[in-house]
Structure formats: structure tokens, C-alpha cells
């Protein structure tokens, strides 16, 4: 029998980009790295539309961070998320 492996799944979506982004990674540190990544891509193009100052995003801020970018955007095509699977 195989032991379980545990893979993060990388989800984005950028209000302006038409396409949705995944990647897999086996280590939760490079998931956390590339979703950070991706939400400052869309907090940066956002701050750019608003003229408003771009803080960026970090490992502890990222979830929260885009909370900034309102509904307008739609939740449904703007966000990042990290999804974890166990594979058997």
C-alpha cells in the first residue's frame, strides 16, 4: 500500500484575464509562495484602475488582501484560493 500523498492546488482568476490559472505542488510553502504571487498581481492592476497606493501582499496577508478588491470585480472572476487533496 502507498501512503497518502497530500497535493495544494493553486486556483486564480483575474478580473481582466480571461482563463483560470491551477497548479499543483506537493509542498504547502510553494503554494502559499504562488498564490502571494498571483494576489499581488491582481492587487497591483487594481490599485493601477483605482490610483490608489499597492501594498503588497505577503504569506501571512494574501487571503485578507483581497478582500480589498471589491465585488465589483465579481468574486467569481477575481480571486486565488489553495485547495488541499489527498491522494490515496
Not at 25 to 39: F, G, I, P, S
Not at 42 to 50: A, P, Q
Not at 59 to 78: R, Y
Request: proline content about 5%; overall charge negative; aromatic content about 8%.
Amino acid at each position: 500500500m502507498s501512503t497518502p500523498q497530500t497535493i495544494h492546488i493553486v486556483m486564480a482568476e483575474h478580473y481582466s484575464v480571461p482563463g483560470l490559472v491551477m497548479r499543483l505542488y506537493t509542498d504547502k510553502d510553494r503554494a502559499v509562495a504562488e498564490a502571494v504571487e498571483l494576489t499581488n498581481l491582481i492587487l497591483k492592476d487594481f490599485c493601477e484602475i483605482r490610483e490608489e497606493d499597492y501594498t503588497p501582499a505577503t504569506a501571512d496577508t494574501w487571503e485578507a488582501a483581497l478582500e480589498s478588491v471589491p465585488e465589483s470585480f465579481g468574486d467569481a472572476n477575481c480571486y486565488v484560493c489553495i485547495r488541499e487533496e489527498t491522494l490515496q
